[in-house]
């Protein structure tokens, strides 16, 4: 009896072991399309909404876009600012060297709402959620794209954190989750980019030097906390670095074509 149950206890810590994943790399167009809060779990994905208030109740849904693209649908059905959680699989813990990615827009006609990333060590007690960045508030109806360095941290659950804050029946959509390496030492990551974009610190470390043909539209840096410490477009071919103290920094520069490149960089 006590080898079967010890057995049973290796079987079940490695079933564990192997649920857990080092990246993520999700579209959403494996998920069964459907509306209501029996749409998750799904694919190891995960839901929690808050308790329902009047009629309709809140949800997370499955949409398909032009018959084949998937996307999630976060709807704060008769709730005002109240959160709305989408989880992911359980990640292998965070060692600080990866970068979250994904496209994230409010619905046509919805009223803006916003989305804040974090992590969370239990998929379903979400007062252990600890926000990444501060919250994105979303007011276009077209897609954009958020990249947010993930630091390292025991908790090992990305969450998806919605609120609709200027009214009930908010609607908001993500889609191309990614979570991976971020890119090397100021080299841009070609797969987001259509033009590659170089960047050295100069001599008297006090600004970036950037060598593009077009002008990146905003450049957003981050400290190896998380949290955002600049952000601006150039002057010149340079980004002002002149207050930011001895660290490792990772930079987000939205280009002129309107792709999304993540970088490093180490200022001494």
Do not use: C
Request: charged share 15%; no cysteine; proline share 6%.
């Amino acid at each position: 009896m006590k080898l079967k149950l010890l057995l049973g206890t290796l079987m079940f810590a490695a079933v564990t072991s192997q649920a857990q994943v080092a990246t993520i790399n999700e579209n959403f167009n494996s998920f069964t399309p459907g509306q209501g809060q029996s749409v998750f779990p799904q694919n190891q994905w995960t839901a929690i909404y808050p308790a329902p208030v009047g009629n309709p109740p809140p949800m997370m849904n499955i949409v398909v876009n032009n018959a084949t693209d998937n996307f999630v649908q976060a709807y704060s059905g008769a709730n005002q600012n109240s959160p709305e959680y989408l989880i992911s699989p359980q990640i292998v813990a965070p060692a600080g060297d990866k970068t979250l990615t994904f496209k994230a827009r409010r619905n046509t006609g919805s009223a803006p709402g916003s989305v804040q990333v974090g992590l969370a060590s239990s998929p379903t007690d979400m007062s252990t959620f600890v926000a990444l960045a501060t919250a994105t508030t979303l007011t276009s109806d077209t897609f954009q794209t958020i990249s947010i360095p993930v630091t390292a941290s025991n908790s090992q659950y990305i969450v998806f954190k919605f609120v609709g804050a200027f009214a009930p029946h908010t609607v908001l959509e993500i889609d191309d989750v990614v979570y991976n390496q971020a890119s090397s030492l100021g080299i841009s990551d070609q797969i987001k980019a259509k033009e590659e974009i170089k960047f050295a610190i100069n001599e008297e470390n006090t600004a970036l030097q950037f060598v593009t043909k077009k002008d990146p539209k905003n450049i957003s840096i981050y400290s190896a906390v998380g949290q955002k410490v600049a952000e601006g477009k150039l002057s010149g071919k340079f980004f002002d670095i002149s207050t930011l103290h001895t660290g490792i920094y990772y930079i987000i520069i939205e280009t002129a074509e309107g792709s999304a490149v993540k970088s490093k960089f180490i200022k001494s």
